[in-house]
């Protein structure tokens, strides 16, 4: 005779069976929570690289899910849901960025510190140390599209698939930004 399983333990589901339980009005908040405890953790982090501070990256992740919880009725399965997932947290962390510039200054000169750079040092939860503050800096200088390309390559271990899939762009176009900002960190490391 095999011990009861606990009620406590977490039984991750599988994507179809999350869509499924989302499909039925009684068990649509139970879906959504099991959509939440499944992929929370990997869209803060995806989040929270971009916009290094935990405050905002736990507001965007807030603004995600409930554009998740307001459309995954029109979710029709052409992609994975990972796949539509990720797409959503980077249209909300793209249009956070967007938001922050027109709060910062447009130049920022090799003598001063990125605004970024600033509030990410300032934040009690962050736990980095200095070379993890100088990877941020070089990151801050990419354009938008070649660090969003690395974070998801470097951090996240994403295909060139998946992330085409995310941003919606080809393959190509990704392997040559990957490259370009590839490039550009190791120069950057190669001067300090």
Do not use: C
Not at 75 to 90: C, P
Not at 101 to 114: A, G, I, L, N, S
Not at 156 to 170: F, P, V
């Amino acid at each position: 005779m095999g011990s009861p399983i606990k009620n406590n333990i977490t039984v991750v589901l599988e994507d179809q069976n999350i869509l499924d339980l989302i499909k039925v009005d009684e068990t649509r908040d139970k879906g959504f929570r099991a959509l939440i405890d499944k992929y929370k953790q990997k869209l803060y982090w995806q989040i929270r690289r971009m916009v290094l501070v935990h405050d905002d990256a736990d507001d965007v992740l807030q603004n995600t899910f409930i554009k998740v919880f307001k459309s995954i009725d029109r979710f029709e399965q052409k992609s994975s849901l990972f796949t539509w997932l990720y797409r959503i947290a980077t249209n909300e962390t793209l249009s956070f960025l967007e938001q922050q510039k027109k709060y910062q200054y447009d130049t920022v000169d090799d003598h001063q510190e990125h605004p970024a750079i600033a509030r990410l040092k300032a934040d009690p939860y962050f736990d980095g140390d200095e070379l993890r503050i100088k990877l941020e800096q070089v990151m801050q200088s990419l354009p938008e599209k070649q660090r969003m390309v690395f974070q998801l390559r470097y951090y996240e271990e994403l295909s060139y698939k998946e992330i085409a899939d995310i941003l919606e762009t080809t393959e190509g176009a990704l392997k040559v930004s990957y490259h370009h900002a590839l490039k550009k960190v190791e120069d950057y490391f190669k001067s300090k």
